[in-house]
């Protein structure tokens, strides 16, 4: 039996992993072929300790790198075990990333990869809860199991994040008016919309939402502003896997999105840097939707 012993299972996991970072190693090789030295500019990042769930995922690698192209440190927090994590966080800034084993469903977890975060980065500056999982289906077929697990990833994550990143960005010393912290989400279009076949993750991304203003106007006589950046359709994650099995979500993107295309990881990693920056010290409790417009319902 194929999947039946322990010793087959963990051989598949690492299988997994390895072709995962395998595909990670062309993928960063390419881009480094391709890329021109770049100057970026961007006020008050250079410095800052930054902290990324689900930072080995698509969108959590391309806000990563922007992250070390203007100067800060990364922790990427993710599933991973800790060895292929920090071939992860290699690849991406030899000396500018680490990482740390983080299941954000576990506040035990979440703590303690926040201040094993703080040794690398001697504080948190920007904490970024990019963790989630998507599943999609009809609301008539939603399991009582698969409602929780999708909110405990995508909203309770999200909320133990925040609270242990808070707890430790409240100790940073405060100069004048600068920020004591920035927490930032990823969001999503739906998370004011809905979606079809989107019951949990809508309503996880929608308590998201309300999270975020919660925090935003509680921490903000503590100089700790916090904002979303919702994506709309991204080529990443499970949306690219989809994508590129199914036809039917490349016609759906023509119809749904009035740009005709979805975004890259890429196009949205720069509004986190931009609401981390100082250029952002006065936004807080907000989104930015990079959605190619597809809230404006687009009708033919
Ligand atoms: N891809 C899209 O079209 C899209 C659109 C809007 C919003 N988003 C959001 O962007 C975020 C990142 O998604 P992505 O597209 O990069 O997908 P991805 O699958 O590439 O990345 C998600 C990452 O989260 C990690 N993760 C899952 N459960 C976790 C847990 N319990 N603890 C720690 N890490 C966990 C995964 O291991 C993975 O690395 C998610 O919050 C997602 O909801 C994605």
Request: glycine share 10%; hydrophobic share 45%; with cysteine.
């Amino acid at each position: 039996m194929l999947f039946g012993s322990t010793e087959a299972s963990e051989a598949w996991g690492l299988a997994t992993h390895f072709s995962f970072l395998f595909a990670l190693f062309r993928q960063q090789e390419w881009t480094f072929l391709n890329s021109k030295p770049l100057q970026i500019y961007m006020k008050g990042i250079a410095g800052k300790g930054v902290f990324i769930s689900g930072g080995c995922g698509d969108i959590g690698r391309a806000v990563a790198t922007r992250f070390i192209e203007a100067g800060a440190r990364v922790v990427l927090g993710d599933l991973l075990p800790q060895r292929a994590g920090r071939v992860v966080a290699k690849l991406l800034g030899a000396t500018a990333a680490n990482y740390v084993r983080c299941d954000v469903t576990s506040a035990a977890s979440v703590t303690r990869a926040l201040q094993q975060a703080v040794e690398f980065l001697d504080q948190i500056d920007v904490a970024i809860s990019n963790a989630g999982t998507v599943t999609n289906e009809p609301f008539l077929n939603v399991s009582a199991r698969g409602w929780h697990r999708t909110l405990d990833v995508n909203l309770t994550g999200s909320f133990l994040v925040a609270q242990a990143a808070a707890r430790l960005m409240i100790k940073n010393p405060r100069r004048g008016r600068a920020r004591r912290g920035v927490i930032l989400f990823t969001g999503s279009w739906v998370q004011e919309m809905p979606w079809p076949h989107g019951a949990s993750y809508c309503a996880s991304k929608g308590g998201q939402l309300m999270l975020m203003k919660i925090i935003a106007q509680e921490l903000a006589p503590h100089g700790i502003t916090a904002n979303i950046v919702a994506p709309g359709m991204v080529y990443g994650g499970l949306t690219k896997v989809i994508y590129d099995r199914d036809g039917r979500l490349a016609k759906l993107v023509d119809k749904t999105v009035p740009l005709l295309r979805m975004c890259s990881p890429e196009e949205v990693a720069g509004s986190f840097l931009y609401l981390a920056s100082d250029d952002a010290a006065y936004i807080t409790g907000t989104s930015v939707v990079i959605d190619g417009g597809a809230t404006l319902v687009r009708r033919e």
